[in-house]
């Protein structure tokens, strides 16, 4: 049983454009999110977070939005640029605990 | 220092082999753990370290065995693989907070191909 999914396996976008990339969770009790991003052969890099009790955090170009009620979280990037093409998971967690339920990624290729 | 550092990059053994992966870092993380990752899937959490005792162990295989000797170092010792374990292997590090988010730190990872 899948609880995080991303059901995009991939998006390309143009540069400057806006990249949207969805997230959605089934188990309700999660209250912290977070988006990372990984190039091939390296681990994942940790991009932003959002705690539950927000509907939003910006960082830069990036920015999280969580909608509790739909069990849907989004990354918005503004703009994006070809640097950021790579793979990007979703995670969901309880604080306080260590797991991690990652979603299965997706592909992100920001075209020049 | 920001960095958790994994050796070896690559590793190929057959599967009456020994060898261990190894991860550090500086940052002070008292909580350590091992990913696996297979083509095209999300990392899979295998072990938990907190404060150099193992937390987690999500009913990994005998096989693989870890082994956190310091706050900093942290190793997954392999024994008898099975070629269906070829994946990458992720080691991450963060911070212990109770009750708080405890943002994740990767490293680069150790791709593993068992013959």
């Known amino acids: 049983d899948q609880q995080v999914k991303q059901n995009s396996p991939s998006l390309s976008v143009q540069e400057g454009r806006i990249s949207i990339l969805n997230c959605d969770y089934t188990?309700?009790?999660?209250?912290?999110f977070l988006w990372y991003k990984k190039y091939p052969a390296e681990g994942p890099t940790f991009l932003i977070s959002?705690?539950?009790?927000?509907d939003k955090n910006e960082d830069g170009r990036f920015t999280v939005f969580l909608n509790k009620s739909a069990k849907h979280l989004s990354l918005h990037i503004v703009p994006s640029q070809p640097g950021d093409s790579a793979v990007y998971f979703c995670a969901a967690t309880f604080s306080g605990t260590y797991k991690y339920i990652f979603g299965t990624g997706t592909r992100l290729k920001v075209l020049a | 220092d920001t960095e958790v550092t994994q050796t070896p990059k690559h590793l190929v053994m057959g599967m009456t082999n020994k060898k261990s992966l190894k991860c550090e870092q500086h940052m002070g993380h008292r909580a350590m753990y091992w990913y696996k990752q297979k083509a095209k899937k999300p990392p899979e959490l295998m072990f938990v370290y907190s404060y150099e005792k193992l937390s987690i162990n999500e009913s990994v295989p005998s096989r693989f065995s870890p082994e956190c000797p310091n706050s900093s170092l942290l190793n997954l010792h392999l024994h008898a693989l099975q070629p269906e374990d070829s994946a990458l292997y992720l080691c991450?590090?963060?911070?212990?907070?109770?009750?708080?988010?405890?943002?994740?730190?990767f490293g680069p990872g150790t791709r593993l191909t068992v013959l």
């Open positions: 991450a590090s963060s911070q212990v907070l109770a009750g708080g988010p405890n943002e994740q730190f």
């Open positions: 188990n309700s009790m999660f209250d912290y």
């Open positions: 959002i705690s539950s009790i927000k």
